[in-house]
């Protein structure tokens, strides 16, 4: 489908279609080559592609920096945007001139993006109101406060639930909430800030996305930064409204304690109920951002912030455990061709697990599949309905999990995994390909480094 939709837009097939890491979502991300590079993106939800899709063009119409939309399939499933390349300010958050333009460019699409924005195309909900506040407090209160044990009055709890959405909820001005404003959805291109993932926009208050971006857990922004950034912001956010400082500042900070409980419910769900590292070991950095904002109690929600102090108390996890420290492991995922013999293996461990694709029917037997690869859609098609590799990867998944989990929680430094065929085309980059992508969503805390070797491509995910 990418394929055909780029030969349609720029006349001519893409020269490579390259899979990116996955994000947190379903989508499907690849950078295809040719006479314009760009980044085709398969979604799995038509309404999802249909905000994000609408919401682009009208904040490129607004000349905010947002990725040119270049081509839609005319399903709506499938489209095309511009590359903006592979930096992200999460990996520049030291430098505090990026930070500061970043919020500094926010307000232009809390007010000036939501300027003639039909909110009724965001989704899944056109506003951020108080039941959808309601939501975020339950979430934290069933997948993290109930798995610590602490016990507590639920009808007591709840009445202070409810003020806290009732006076969050008020947002007179109409102004775009990103909802999921953090480092790791913008991107540096030319030194310029430019936003991505915003398709879960909606109209909300201009607070929560400040208070998203200078209190993400993984980013561990120091208090002077943080107070540099909201000063910033107030400055930059000026050019359109009237700020009363401290009712901003103020409203701010009941933000952070709504964020922090909507996030320890995140990483309660996706880590202690799905036990997936990569939440588990934000856990931690989460618990200390909210302990430090209780160092003033909040008198307005007196029974909400006695039993988040008792939680504080008892769930202090041992960041010395291995489910939260950086992995030491790097697997290495290698696709080659027998011809060429195996893969060197440089760590002197004897090369871990190989496995021989030459089982399945070859495409690179038939003249159409003969100049491309297992990362091509063709290609994938082609192997995914025959069905047999699939059948083949669920088994290869099922021997490598546990040696990833061993080596992993032994302090061990490299597995290797290789997969060989005929050429090194086909079969084999299809299934290292597919490895390397495994291995990074179910341990995203382990290292991966993914080697074509015939096809000279070597990168890390």
Avoid at 138 to 162: A, R, S, V
Avoid at 252 to 269: I, K, P, T
Avoid at 325 to 350: A, H, I, M, Q
Wanted: net charge negative.
């Amino acid at each position: 489908m990418l394929t055909d939709l780029y030969k349609k837009r720029f006349g001519v097939a893409p020269s490579s279609i390259t899979p990116l890491t996955p994000a947190g979502s379903n989508r499907r991300y690849f950078r295809l080559t040719g006479p314009r590079t760009v980044v085709g993106v398969n979604g799995c939800s038509f309404d999802e592609n249909k905000s994000f899709i609408y919401l682009d063009k009208h904040f490129y119409s607004k000349g905010l920096p947002v990725p040119e939309i270049v081509a839609v399939s005319d399903d709506g499933m499938t489209y095309l945007q511009e590359d903006l390349g592979d930096i992200q300010l999460f990996d520049c958050r030291g430098s505090l001139e990026l930070l500061k333009k970043t919020v500094s460019v926010l307000p232009d699409f809390q007010y000036k993006g939501a300027d003639g924005l039909d909110f009724n195309q965001c989704y899944p909900v056109s506003d951020f109101d108080r039941q959808a506040i309601l939501w975020d407090l339950n979430y934290f209160k069933y997948c993290f406060l109930n798995t610590t044990g602490i016990p507590y009055l639920e009808g007591i709890l709840e009445k202070d639930f409810q003020l806290l959405a009732t006076n969050l909820s008020v947002n007179p001005e109409g102004t775009f909430m990103y909802r999921d404003f953090q480092s790791r959805n913008v991107m540096i291109k030319d030194g310029e800030p430019y936003f991505i993932d915003f398709q879960g926009g909606r109209r909300g208050p201009a607070e929560y996305d400040l208070v998203s971006f200078i209190t993400q857990a993984r980013a561990e922004f120091p208090a002077e930064v943080r107070d540099t950034l909201i000063d910033t912001y107030i400055e930059s956010a000026s050019r359109y409204t009237l700020i009363d400082t401290v009712e901003f500042r103020n409203r701010l900070r009941q933000f952070a304690l709504l964020r922090n409980l909507q996030v320890l419910g995140a990483y309660g769900f996706r880590g202690k109920l799905e036990r997936k590292p990569h939440f588990l070991k934000s856990i931690p950095l989460a618990l200390e951002n909210l302990r430090k904002l209780l160092d003033t109690p909040f008198e307005n929600y007196p029974y909400l912030t006695e039993v988040l102090g008792r939680m504080l108390e008892k769930e202090q996890p041992d960041i010395s455990d291995s489910k939260y420290r950086e992995s030491s492991l790097t697997v290495t995922v290698t696709s080659f061709s027998y011809k060429k013999g195996l893969p060197e293996d440089p760590s002197g461990n004897g090369g871990g697990f190989v496995f021989d694709c030459r089982g399945m029917e070859n495409p690179g037997r038939y003249e159409e599949y003969k100049h491309i690869t297992g990362l091509d859609s063709p290609v994938i098609e082609f192997l995914e309905h025959k069905g047999e590799i699939t059948r083949f990867l669920d088994s290869c998944f099922s021997l490598v999990d546990p040696s990833v989990e061993c080596y992993d929680r032994r302090g061990f430094s490299s597995l290797m995994v290789s997969f060989g065929c005929t050429g090194g085309q086909h079969r084999s980059v299809y299934g290292a390909q597919k490895m390397a992508e495994h291995i990074k969503e179910k341990y995203p805390h382990v290292k991966v480094h993914l080697i074509h070797r015939e096809q000279k491509i070597d990168r890390t995910l």
